[in-house]
T-cell receptor
Framework: TQLLEQSPQFLSIQEGENLTVYCNSSSVFSSLQWYRQEPGEGPVLLVTVVTGGEVKKLKRLTFQFGDARKDSSLHITAAQPGDTGLYLCAGEGKSTFGDGTTLTVKP | DSGVTQTPKHLITATGQRVTLRCSPRSGDLSVYWYQQSLDQGLQFLIQYYNGEERAKGNILERFSAQQFPDLHSELNLSSLELGDSALYFC???????????FGEGSRLTVL
């Protein structure tokens, strides 16, 4: 069974700060996806990373896939209150999700 | 709006009862997935259907069952409900197994 562990579980920061959240596994994934879920809504796909060592940028968000394709990170620069939400990573096949990082950005 | 519709949005029922959650996928999507999300937790995969046939099964309890109909909508049936079944149940759809996943807004089930 493939497992994805996300850390930290909770993160509360001030607007303008930078942060990094992690998604780790002992298994190799052919791809990993990151989702953001806002309260009262379903998750929305942010990015899919498929190549070991790959870096993808989405405005202030930077996603990295580990060289061994066992881990991934999400870095947010100059966080804004609109970034508040639950960030989930998921492995290919859509059946394995991490428990998520709940991010709160205070104005 | 993801294009995936789930009903009902909220449901309150008692232990021992049975409920049915309904999902209409995005137009053209053949795959439907069901997930359970407990408070502040990630998504637990329950089951996947593709064009009416079961494709994959996760940690779905025997008290739960699902099906996908010819018009591609899907229903998740939860029976002999227990307090621990209280959760958000999400449906998601994709064009195929490799396609992007689009989630509905979820059905919040409360078992009293």
């Amino acid at each position: 069974t493939q497992l994805l562990e996300q850390s930290p579980q909770f993160l509360s920061i001030q607007e303008g700060e930078n942060l990094t959240v992690y998604c780790n596994s002992s298994s190799v994934f052919s791809s990993l996806q990151w989702y953001r879920q806002e309260p009262g809504e379903g998750p929305v796909l942010l990015v899919t990373v498929v190549t070991g060592g790959e870096v993808k940028k989405l405005k202030r968000l930077t996603f990295q896939f580990g060289d061994a394709r066992k881990d991934s990170s999400l870095h947010i620069t100059a966080a804004q209150p609109g970034d508040t939400g639950l960030y989930l990573c998921a492995g290919e096949g859509k059946s394995t999700f991490g428990d998520g990082t709940t991010l709160t950005v205070k104005p | 709006d993801s294009g995936v519709t789930q009903t009902p949005k909220h449901l309150i029922t008692a232990t021992g009862q049975r409920v049915t959650l309904r999902c209409s996928p995005r137009s053209g999507d053949l795959s439907v997935y069901w997930y359970q999300q407990s408070l502040d937790q990630g998504l637990q995969f329950l089951i996947q259907y593709y064009n009416g046939e079961e494709r994959a099964k996760g940690n779905i309890l025997e008290r739960f069952s699902a099906q996908q109909f010819p018009d591609l909508h899907s229903e998740l049936n939860l029976s002999s409900l227990e307090l621990g079944d209280s959760a958000l149940y999400f449906c998601a759809s994709s064009v195929d197994a490799a396609g992007e996943l689009f989630f509905g807004e979820g059905s919040r089930l409360t078992v009293l």
